[in-house]
């Protein structure tokens, strides 16, 4: 996806790790300024934000001003996409499990 796109894919937010520690930060904390988030990695501040507004492009990460401190929070909803693609699965796998013990089972008899 582009760079200059505005509305980026919540599966290319995702992939990265650093960007799923940041969901999991945000998502046990109501919000969490910059430097609190930043506190959590070994990169400085520039690197954080920047991994920060490829979330808020996915729509993950909502942002507001506090006087001159920036506070992030995260919006879950847009992860509904991954949990149906993982629920398909999950639900294919499950299929294809029990399809294997049925013919494991066969061939035992």
């Given at each position: ?7 980026r894919n919540v599966f ?84 294809n499990m029990l399809r ?10």
């Amino acid at each position: 996806m582009s760079e200059n796109n505005p509305q980026r894919n919540v599966f290319d937010a995702i992939a990265d790790p650093t960007r799923r520690r940041l969901v999991r930060l945000l998502a046990e904390t109501d919000e969490m300024p910059l430097h609190e988030l930043t506190a959590h990695f070994q990169m400085g501040r520039t690197a954080v934000s920047k991994h920060l507004t490829i979330l808020k492009e996915a729509g993950l990460v909502l942002d507001r001003k506090v006087g001159r401190e920036t506070r992030f929070r995260l919006n879950a909803s847009p992860l509904q996409e991954v949990q149906d693609w993982v629920a398909f699965y999950s639900k294919f796998w499950s299929t294809n499990m029990l399809r294997l013990k049925q013919l494991l089972e066969e061939e035992e008899e």
